[in-house]
């Protein structure tokens, strides 16, 4: 599976994003898609996930309440909604699939997309 992921940029404090995902066949149902983020000196971090069969998505607690996780099975594409920007959820944005478990392990994630910047401006 190919991922490209899309809608990165720059954004004032308090401002939105929304992040795409799409893949390039269809993702099995038994599949989580998970969302990164790595901020400069810092390690990649688990920001949330959404398991591809239900929709049901769960997210770190240092987002929780601000993004949202959708996907559209039909166009093999996620979503991550991002509003109330933080200065410190600047960072490359990662869509991740692969696991068939809940998991914020990198390791756990077989593909990976390229990522997309995201840059919140205070």
């Known amino acids: 599976v190919q991922l490209q992921a899309s809608g990165g940029g720059l954004v004032p404090v308090g401002g939105s994003l929304r992040l795409s995902c799409t893949a390039s066949?269809?993702?099995?149902?038994?599949?989580?898609m998970g969302w990164f983020r790595q901020a400069p000196n810092k390690e990649r971090e688990f920001v949330g996930g959404?398991?591809?069969?239900?929709?049901?998505?769960g997210y770190e607690s240092a987002v929780k309440g601000r993004f949202t996780i959708s996907r559209d099975n039909a166009m093999n594409t996620a979503f991550l909604q991002m509003n109330s920007l933080k200065p410190e959820d600047t960072a490359v944005y990662y869509c991740?699939?692969?696991?068939?478990?809940?998991?914020?392990?990198?390791?756990?994630?077989?593909?990976w997309g390229q990522g997309t910047q995201v840059t919140v401006s205070s």
């Open positions: 066949r269809r993702i099995p149902s038994n599949y989580v």
């Open positions: 991740a699939t692969g696991s068939t478990i809940w998991s914020a392990r990198s390791a756990d994630y077989d593909y």
């Open positions: 959404v398991y591809w069969n239900t929709g049901l998505a």
